[in-house]
């Protein structure tokens, strides 16, 4: 029986695991092959993550050492309210765990984030 999945911040160290998972998300909306997003894009947005001054972050989930999801989410602002809004914008899990509870763990993760922000 797999332990439970835990969520947390994305870590330096996590490139490798998030890579395949980043590219597996993109590739479910065609961006693969000849339409695969530039090196460049998936760069920043890495470096982005890790950089105070940009308003966009990342959650894993992991079980058993293993990265099973994603989710990317970014804090903006709106014209309809005075606080931040808080965006899920992408959400993905590896095959294997599907069914698992991952993408529902990762969404209260980003949940628990937007509450601590306000």
């Avoid at 029986?1 to 870590?11: D, N």
């Avoid at 940009?54 to 903006?76: R, W």
């Avoid at 899990?93 to 949940?111: F, K, M, P």
């Amino acid at each position: 029986m797999p332990s439970p999945v835990l969520v947390r911040p994305i870590r330096q160290d996590d490139f490798e695991a998030w890579k395949p998972l980043w590219d597996g998300y993109n590739a479910f909306y065609g961006r693969k092959g000849e339409t695969a997003l530039p090196p460049e894009i998936t760069r920043a947005t890495w470096h982005r993550f890790f950089d105070p001054n940009e308003p966009v972050f990342a959650l894993v989930a992991e079980s058993d050492g293993m990265v099973l999801g994603l989710t990317h989410y970014l804090f903006h602002r709106s014209t309809t309210r005075i606080e931040l809004t808080c965006y899920l914008q992408d959400l993905f899990t590896a095959e294997g765990a599907r069914g698992r509870g991952v993408g529902r763990s990762l969404i209260e993760g980003v949940y628990v984030a937007a509450r601590l922000e306000g």
